[in-house]
């Protein structure tokens, strides 16, 4: 089993929809979650951070954590075709201090396209 | 402040052939980790390099070496090439230790093995 398992989609959807994305991984020491975002020919972007278990807002993002469940989400409201992009869950078992024990495993990503 | 840059942006060699990857860090970085990207396996964690010392190593065989230079700017290199290393190289920059999270990533270089 993966330790991170996330659907690549592709998932279309119109603009302005409610848009929801998940993740689920196997390894309970994951306590750091991270949602990144990929433009065509970019690198990624981190776009939520959150720790434990619980949601956090920014702007039309929130981001959850059920750690019970071993699943998280991130919800985009008002969906907008510049948010078509591939979007990466991430997370760790411990917080990047730069030592030599930090590991971020990410899912392969899901493919959104919003359409106008 | 200018972001990560990452060259060349695009490679096509042949098996059996080596490259190396060059990435710059956001000034004042000083860390810097290296990811492969693929369709089947996702984003994989390559090497962390530190005040160029390795300070962290993921599961890729040893023919992935890096190194950081003086002014954190680091190298990746790929030796004895094969069809199944084809992939997007991405480098990231971090503080150390950091002020935030994040770590900041380039555009990543192309590589496509023939």
Known sequence: QKEVEQDPGPLSVPEGAIVSLNCTYSNSAFQYFMWYRQYSRKGPELLMYTYSSGNKEDGRFTAQVDKSSKYISLFIRDSQPSDSATYLCAMSATQYSGGSNYKLTFGKGTLLTVNP | ?114
């Open chain 2, 1 to 114: 402040k200018a972001g990560v840059t990452q060259t060349p942006r695009y490679l096509i060699k042949t098996r059996g052939q080596q490259v190396t990857l060059s990435c710059s860090p956001i000034s004042g970085h000083r860390s810097v980790s290296w990811y492969q990207q693929t369709p089947g396996q996702g984003l994989q964690f390559l090497f962390e390099y530190f005040s160029e010392t390795q300070r962290n190593k993921g599961n890729f065989p040893g023919r992935f070496s890096g190194r950081q230079f003086s002014n954190s700017r680091s190298e990746m290199n790929v030796s004895t090439l094969e069809l199944g290393d084809s992939a997007l190289y991405l480098c990231a920059s971090s503080d150390d230790p950091p002020t935030d999270y994040e770590q900041y990533f380039g555009p990543g270089t192309r590589l496509t093995v023939t």
